[in-house]
């Protein structure tokens, strides 16, 4: 679950819904699945190992560990919105078990 941006986040919970109806309508979640990275993407990992030949040796892995940590956090954070969110929507009935 990604934060709203101002447009949809300006738009009644009806509204909102519709549009992401229309999003599914034009492109479905299982096609995501599809998505190829162009021939001139390139590839994160050598990226990230051209990057540290400029580093001082040392303290290479240190960038490492504060890359992980944090994505880590980042996505712990993201985690807990969405149980938040799926948690509100359970105990106000806008959604039920069976609808999953």
Known sequence: MTEPNT??????????????????????????????TGEVRPDPIDVIERQSTTR????????????????????????ERDFEALTAASRSGRITAESL
């Open 7 to 36: 447009f949809t986040a300006s738009l009644p919970a009806t509204d909102r819904a519709e549009y992401g109806r229309k999003a599914l309508a034009r492109m479905s979640r299982s096609a995501h699945a599809l998505f190829e």
């Open 56 to 79: 001082v040796p040392e303290l290479v892995p240190i960038r490492y560990g504060r890359a992980l940590t944090g994505f880590a956090q980042s996505y712990a954070e993201q985690y």
